[in-house]
């Protein structure tokens, strides 16, 4: 269920839009308690299964998917997939119990910005949402060591060729950021929207494998 605004946005005067997808009511309840007394956080809609949660994105249009991987109708995974295709601009932020490496790596795949376990801190939880809707990459410790290992040095899934997935405009937007330009910076020497320079950083963070733009 939606909620209504403090009225209070944060620094940058935005305000984040959040979808909750999960069939557990109870989660998703406890998740709404949590963003309910954040200033800039909103949930703006719920959804209990995969199918609900792909409707209610291309309707609501929120800045943030928090999404579960275990939804009847249509699983969390390809409810991602079809939300990041159709909606690219919208972050899918993955909260689930299963960290086996097929579903973390399948659910990056299918275009998550982040990936936390249930049961992660509070704030780990509200630092996520804030990081993807920023347009960074965030994943929970664990997570994160895995995509590590399996990406590191020595696994032939590594390309040999530098940055080989990224296209040209990403690589222009790369080059930037590791000359420390902030996006706005960014947006105005590409000539592009901030939102649509966040987006960009995603998929570079995404692509390259890395928790975030540092």
């Known amino acids: 269920m939606p909620r209504e605004s403090h009225g209070q946005v944060d620094a940058k005067g935005e305000l984040i839009h959040v979808l909750l997808a999960d069939d557990h009511a109870r989660f998703r309840a406890g998740i709404r308690a949590l963003l309910l007394i954040q200033p800039d956080l909103i949930v703006v809609g719920?959804?209990?299964?995969?199918?609900e949660a792909f409707a209610q994105a291309e309707h609501l249009q929120p800045d943030v998917a928090v999404m579960d991987l275990n939804m009847p109708d249509l699983n969390g995974i390809e409810a991602t997939r079809r939300i990041s295709y159709a909606s690219p601009h919208i972050a899918v932020l993955v909260i689930s119990m299963f960290e086996a490496d097929d579903s973390v790596f399948t659910a990056v795949q299918a275009g998550a910005r982040g990936y936390l376990l249930k049961g992660a801190p509070k704030v780990e939880v509200l630092r996520a949402i804030r990081a993807v809707a920023s347009g960074e990459a965030l994943f929970g410790p664990s997570i994160a060591r895995r995509l590590l290992k399996y990406f590191g040095p020595g696994r032939?899934?590594?390309?040999s060729p530098a940055f080989p997935d990224l296209t040209e405009r990403e690589r222009e937007v790369l080059k930037l950021i590791?000359?420390?330009?902030?996006n706005a910076e960014i947006a105005q020497q590409l000539v592009l929207s901030e939102k649509t320079v966040r987006n960009y950083v995603s998929k570079v963070c995404a692509k390259?494998?890395?928790?975030?733009?540092?």
Do not use: K, W
């Not at 390259?208 to 540092?214: G, H, K, M, Y």
């Open 208 to 214: 390259l494998q890395v928790a975030d733009r540092a």
């Open 178 to 182: 590791t000359q420390h330009r902030s």
């Open 46 to 51: 719920e959804a209990a299964t995969g199918e």
């Open 156 to 159: 032939n899934a590594m390309p």
